[in-house]
């Protein structure tokens, strides 16, 4: 029988592209979101991505719990994706209590009905902002996490040591002692930590909508190059780098999305080694700001208009992944070159401008 992954947040950036992914790979997907940062945009592009018509999607915020709960109830699910969050730094600095509310409380609700629903694998989408700025690079799983510099990356190592703290505490659930007590079972889980997630589906039907004026750098390049901005500006060129800019490890969006898929695989086929588990998914490249612009005109054969303005407030310097342990426990390695990545960003934006 196949398996059913819920993912909340589906219709979202990284959401939609792991749904498309999980349908490829064959397993069956309920979609829940409640459209707060997103519209259906992208969730019809999965549907023509994949050739389904009956993905379920549930406009339900998880949020209420009574409405996990239904979701829980109505579908027999082996797994969630938990997607739903909000993620905008700077304004978790100016509305925290919005970020804690909506983070915790939402991730709280899918455990519980997770616990109380015979037990499920649960998948967080975690962040490399957990590791904060270290000199030590590239990081690993072991590398240890920096207190928090916002209320957005707060509940990200929140959210992780509330699923490590419920694997814990529910493991004996399901065993001779607890048996028939309830319908209590053990939740099993696994962090994701995303470095920087760029680029667009090859097919231009699903990327990033960002609302207003992009925070993130791809974004705001691509509406640069079609005219929606501007200027890029690069924050920052006396950083203690090569170039003088800061170095990330863009990670595909695609990419991104199999890695899913192979830690799912992984918790649907009863085969972690321990009831919780971290990988980082990056490429272990770094790359710089301006390499990434230039990368990018290359690739795309046009000119970006940017200048150098100052550091952004909170930026760290420098941080890319050692992706080692997700190639050798899940199989999985980041395939697409940079230049494909940037490419199908530049696509992405030319469709959403009808180009
Ligand atoms: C990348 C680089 C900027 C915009 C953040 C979150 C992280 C994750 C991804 C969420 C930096 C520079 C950017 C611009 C620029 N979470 N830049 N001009 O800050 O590494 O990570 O997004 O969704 O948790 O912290 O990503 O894309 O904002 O910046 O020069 O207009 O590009 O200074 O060096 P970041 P980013």
Redesign the pocket.
Known sequence: MKKRVLVSGGAGYIGSHVTVELIQAGFDVVVADNLSNCDLTCFEGVKKITGRDDIPFEKIDCCDYESVNRLFSEFRIDAVIHFAAF?A?GESVAEPLKYYRNNLLSFLNILEASRLHGGCNVLFSS???VYGETDKLPVTEESPRQPATSP??NTKQMCEDILSDTVKATAAYGSEVMAGLDKTGPVKGIALR?F??IGAHPSALIGELPRGVP????P?ITQTAIGKREC?????NDYPTPDG??L?DYIDVVDLAKAHVAAVSRMVENKMEDSYEIFNVGTGRPVS?LELVNTFERVNNLRLNYRFAPR?EG?ITAIWADPTRAEKVLGWKAQRTIEETLASAWAWEKHLAGK
């Not at 925070?215 to 791809?218: A, G, Q």
């Open positions: 993620k730094v962040s490399a902002t957005y990356g995303y920087n997630p925070n993130n750098l791809v705001y890029l500006s690069i924050f920052g800019t800061c990330r700001v952004r930026d």
